[in-house]
């Protein structure tokens, strides 16, 4: 059968970077393979290949089980964080790196057991000419004003941005049919999407392992499930996928998250509310969509004033706030956290966070209790305690002076014997007396209850007791 010239050209580009794929018989499904869902993604936004080519290992051993990379087709130049979301030609892979750079760093990941997402942006082209209702399409190569929504005159390479998206007017036509600001809203002809199969088969052959859809919301749900079907046809059921969907008066998680796996604003909005300054702590667990694939962050790069100054979505005034938050998404049981790599980095908790949800997950597969529960043992609207059944637990103070309280009362809980606290490596005992169960060591045995420093999380897993009768 005679390929199509964008699918064909998608082949030469297999070809060109040395992989030989071999084509699915028609008519016979892949066999599908249930996924792992991720433990943790580290997200390392705008991030060279080589850079994180030198950091995969010491990331997988902290417990990131994925890292994403920023997408990897050829974009509009410069250096800018953004560039990298408007797309020039998906036949070229061209991104943080060389395709050669992008297979060496998958190689090394998957050397060191962790996985590869890519993020791919499939609604829209980039706007080059900076004029804010047209583009000239002789920069897309492969692509005609057939492949748009948007206004055209016969023999014209200018194509006219036709409308603006509507949030809030109970139907989601604009929002899927109009352009994002002044970027080309693509509509998914045979020839885009035949282009877009060509790119995630390439990228599935240097050895990606799963997904992100950027602008989920703005694609027709049809046309994304075609997208994750042929994704887990060609990759045996062994890509890992998520979408981006924003939540807005026209548009729920509800729509998307029968696809695949989608981004959890609305965890996030509630968690701001929660950690903000003015917020109570009281009000969590917060509200968050039904769903345990869901992919859960304090923040992500489109929340961040200081990355988008006019177009930060329902931003923290104190980011600081935001790396509490992110301490609190990686002690829950629920969701794939997603960790942005500047939060990483700033936060001294957040790596022991991924190690403290790497135990959980492993205590809970030899069938220990690690259920999440969110305590009532301290009334505050600054610090909440977090219990995983018997096996560990999370503290959080968002405050700034130091929390000090003599006496903690555990009756109610699970929680019982020795812990140890991650980062700091102190012992905490929980001990029964006189019918009741009490915080009888924090550090030492001269001093029982909870001690907790200004801006901090403390995560603590369950040891033999032994491990608390030092000094």
Same mark, same amino acid.
């Given at each position: 059968?005679?390929?199509?010239?964008?699918?064909?050209?998608?082949?030469?580009?297999?070809?060109?970077?040395?992989?030989?794929?071999?084509?699915?018989?028609?008519?016979? &499904?892949?066999?599908?393979?249930?996924? *792992?869902?991720?433990?943790?993604?580290?997200?390392?936004?705008?991030?060279?290949?080589?850079?994180?080519? =030198?950091?995969?290992?010491?990331?997988?051993?902290?417990?990131? !089980?994925?890292?994403?990379?920023?997408?990897?087709?050829? !974009? !509009?130049?410069?250096?800018?964080?953004?560039?990298?979301?408007?797309?020039?030609?998906?036949?070229?892979? *061209?991104?943080?790196?060389?395709?050669?750079?992008?297979?060496?760093?998958?190689?090394?990941?998957?050397?060191?057991?962790?996985?590869?997402?890519?993020?791919?942006?499939?609604?829209?082209?980039?706007?080059?000419?900076?004029?804010?209702?047209?583009?000239?399409?002789?920069?897309?190569?492969?692509?005609?004003?057939?492949?748009?929504?948007?206004?055209?005159?016969?023999?014209?390479?200018?194509?006219?941005?036709?409308?603006?998206?509507?949030?809030?007017?109970?139907?989601?036509?604009?929002?899927? *049919?109009?352009?994002?600001?002044?970027?080309?809203?693509?509509?998914? =002809?045979?020839?885009?999407?035949?282009?877009?199969?060509?790119?995630?088969?390439?990228?599935?052959?240097?050895?990606?392992?799963?997904?992100?859809?950027?602008?989920?919301?703005?694609?027709?749900?049809?046309?994304?499930?075609?997208?994750?079907?042929?994704?887990?046809?060609?990759?045996?059921?062994?890509?890992?996928?998520?979408? *981006?969907?924003?939540?807005?008066?026209?548009?729920?998680?509800?729509?998307?998250?029968?696809?695949?796996?989608?981004?959890?604003?609305?965890?996030?909005?509630?968690?701001?509310?929660?950690?903000?300054?003015?917020?109570?702590?009281? =009000?969590?667990?917060?509200?968050?969509?039904?769903? =345990?694939?869901?992919?859960?962050?304090?923040?992500?790069?489109?929340?961040?004033?200081?990355?988008?100054?006019?177009? &930060?979505?329902?931003?923290?005034?104190?980011?600081?706030?935001?790396?509490?938050?992110?301490?609190?998404?990686?002690?829950?049981?629920?969701?794939?956290?997603?960790?942005?790599?500047?939060?990483?980095?700033?936060?001294?908790?957040?790596?022991?966070?991924?190690?403290?949800?790497?135990?959980?997950?492993?205590?809970?597969?030899?069938?220990?209790?690690?259920?999440?529960?969110?305590?009532?043992?301290?009334?505050?609207?600054?610090?909440?305690?977090?219990?995983?059944?018997?096996?560990?637990?999370?503290?959080?103070?968002?405050?700034?002076?130091?929390?000090?309280?003599?006496?903690?009362?555990?009756?109610?809980?699970?929680?019982?014997?020795?812990?140890?606290?991650?980062?700091?490596?102190?012992?905490?005992?929980?001990?029964?007396?006189?019918?009741?169960?009490?915080?009888?060591?924090?550090?030492?045995?001269?001093?029982?209850?909870?001690?907790?420093?200004?801006?901090? &999380?403390?995560?603590?897993?369950?040891?033999?007791?032994?491990?608390?009768?030092?000094?």
């Amino acid at each position: 059968m005679a390929l199509s010239p964008p699918l064909a050209a998608g082949v030469a580009l297999l070809t060109s970077l040395g992989l030989c794929l071999a084509p699915l018989q028609a008519g016979v &499904a892949a066999p599908l393979q249930a996924v *792992e869902q991720p433990l943790a993604i580290y997200h390392a936004f705008h991030q060279p290949y080589r850079q994180l080519g =030198s950091q995969v290992c010491g990331l997988a051993r902290q417990g990131y !089980s994925h890292v994403q990379i920023s997408p990897a087709q050829l !974009s !509009s130049r410069g250096s800018e964080w953004w560039r990298r979301y408007q797309p020039i030609d998906h036949s070229r892979l *061209e991104g943080l790196g060389t395709a050669e750079e992008l297979r060496q760093l998958i190689d090394r990941a998957h050397g060191c057991r962790i996985k590869v997402i890519a993020d791919v942006v499939f609604n829209h082209m980039a706007d080059l000419d900076g004029r804010p209702d047209q583009e000239d399409l002789r920069a897309f190569p492969g692509l005609s004003s057939a492949d748009f929504n948007a206004l055209s005159r016969p023999g014209d390479p200018l194509i006219r941005r036709p409308c603006e998206p509507d949030y809030a007017n109970n139907e989601r036509r604009s929002e899927v *049919e109009c352009w994002l600001g002044t970027l080309p809203d693509l509509n998914f =002809s045979a020839n885009v999407r035949a282009r877009h199969k060509a790119h995630l088969r390439a990228l599935l052959a240097l050895g990606i392992d799963g997904f992100r859809f950027d602008a989920a919301k703005h694609m027709p749900p049809a046309v994304v499930k075609e997208y994750i079907d042929y994704v887990n046809a060609q990759s045996a059921g062994r890509s890992w996928n998520y979408l *981006e969907v924003i939540e807005d008066h026209d548009t729920r998680a509800e729509e998307y998250n029968g696809i695949a796996a989608v981004s959890d604003f609305r965890l996030y909005r509630s968690l701001r509310r929660a950690f903000r300054y003015g917020g109570d702590l009281r =009000s969590l667990p917060p509200e968050a969509l039904n769903d =345990s694939r869901s992919v859960v962050f304090g923040q992500n790069h489109d929340t961040i004033r200081a990355l988008n100054p006019q177009h &930060a979505l329902d931003p923290y005034d104190d980011e600081g706030d935001a790396y509490l938050a992110t301490a609190y998404v990686l002690a829950r049981e629920a969701g794939t956290p997603l960790v942005l790599n500047r939060d990483h980095r700033r936060a001294a908790y957040i790596p022991y966070g991924v190690t403290f949800r790497r135990i959980m997950a492993a205590r809970g597969r030899e069938g220990r209790n690690v259920r999440e529960t969110v305590l009532r043992v301290i009334d505050s609207p600054l610090v909440l305690v977090m219990e995983r059944g018997a096996e560990g637990f999370f503290v959080v103070n968002k405050g700034s002076g130091r929390w000090d309280q003599p006496v903690l009362d555990l009756t109610l809980t699970k929680l019982d014997g020795c812990y140890r606290e991650l980062r700091n490596g102190f012992t905490v005992a929980i001990e029964k007396r006189q019918g009741r169960k009490f915080v009888t060591r924090w550090g030492r045995w001269s001093r029982g209850g909870i001690e907790l420093q200004g801006r901090d &999380a403390l995560y603590f897993i369950r040891e033999p007791f032994d491990q608390c009768s030092a000094p």
